[in-house]
């Protein structure tokens, strides 16, 4: 080297020391990586599925509602070792509209609980029903002579989520009542593939895989920031006793034009009790269902109770009714983008898997919750809880009901701005009758997509139906016969 050229090295000297630190800087970088990215992989890795330490689980699920319930099931049914824990001790309410949809009811008698249900007189299968449209066309008509079976049936949830806690116990499951998972994260120990989840009173658990059931309001997810957001939607409950009021069918749905996309609904009880409830679906501006908001729940609750023409008929002036109770809706998967991680899954309400036109909830739980149990399983004969196999999870779910979330926020958006479109189901079903009805229900309870309303032989028709309820409204002038006096 000349010494020109060490001079001209000296003149740079910033820039070369500059360059080595930032190489010196990305070697760190780069080994910390390696060495990161290496306990990445042990942790994402392969752990004997079928050996988990003394006094650990294969599966610690949190929440023993329809969703961790049945995945506790299906798990212990297969073998694997489960804890299944909840704050609450069975039964306990859960306030709901409690009307089952047939997906779950096929899951709830494989499980052997639809019978348990049944021989106990707990579950009362819709036949009559329908739905009164925002100007007020009512159709009611028989549905299971159609269907070859009810495409909902109601159920106390003290006894829906009791029996299913119980069957998944009697299963196998170690069902902990009272272990409420405290404000302290579970944590996943990476090199043991074991998590630990503490109780608020200072109990623990271990287990290979964590499941999040915990409901809307999430907790866990909240807290380990797998969901971000509170839930949008809210629903009412009241129950009013049996023989005090005059309903004659078994479950309508009433579209009050004020609150739509939302809705209200009877549910009849084998015992002649009747669940009221009002669903705020969550559309337009943030914060907003509609052009109502949370805040106008009680008062539209009540108001409908008091003044809604079809609702005050139905029930008569002399029915006891409970004071109004209201719960949290999570629809359309809302602030939960991904339901998997490494060793976890989260299912039902925790995850936001209620449907975003009807808020019903249940079957979706107890799919989710199906689904959840058997990607574990192939992960514990795999031995493999990485974030790739949990993901097989977000897969199936997406292919039994999520697929239809996106339409279903689609139809609620629809029915907003144009509430027409349901004036036009019911001319239609007032045209054809029991045979549209059905279709309709199938629809609503998830046994058909909603893009079944987009087949030309179905879309047609109603198309037709559009087309006179048009001219009904705008150009004969015929009057709204549903003034519910809410606004
Ligand atoms: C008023 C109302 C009406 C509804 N009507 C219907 C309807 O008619 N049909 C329908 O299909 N869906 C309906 N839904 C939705 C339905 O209730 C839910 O989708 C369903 O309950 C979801 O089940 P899940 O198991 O995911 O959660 P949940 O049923 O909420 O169960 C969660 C469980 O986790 C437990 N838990 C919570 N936190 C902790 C903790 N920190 N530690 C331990 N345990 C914990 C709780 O005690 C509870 O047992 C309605 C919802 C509301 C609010």
Redesign the pocket.
Known sequence: MSAMDIDRLREHKGVIAGALGIGAAGLAAYFLYRRRSSKRVRSNGRFAGHAVPEGAYDVVI????????TAAFYLAKNGAKVAL????TFP?D????????TP?LNILEDMGVLKELVDNNEAHFADSGGFVSPSGLAYIGQSQEKLGGAAACAVK?TNL?KRIAWKARDTGADLQEG????KENPVLDREKGLWTVH?SEGKQVKGRMLVI????T???AMQMGYCTEAPKG????AFIEGGTHNVDFDGVCFYQRESLPGYS?I?RHPNDEL?F?Y?LIPCGKDGMCGDVSEADLKRLHEGALKSDPFISKAIGPKAKIERM?????RLGSQGVPQSYDDHLII????AG??DPLT???????IMG?KAAAETILEMRAAGDFSAASTSVYQQRWMQLFGHDFAYSKKGAELIYKYPILLDACANEMARVGDKMMVRWAEVMTNMRPKTYFLRPDVALPLGFALLREFWAQKVSGRPDKYKTGLI
């Open positions: 949190v929440g023993s509602g329809p969703s961790g319930a824990l909840d704050k609450e306990r859960k306030y709901c509209g409690d009307a089952v949809c779950a949830r989520d272990f409420e998972v405290g109780s059931a915990d409901g809307a999430s907790r866990l809210v629903c009412s409950r609904a549910f669940n409830c669903y109770r209201a719960a949290a809706l299912v039902g309400d925790a898997h209620i808020g019903e909830g249940i079957h979706t739980a919750g």
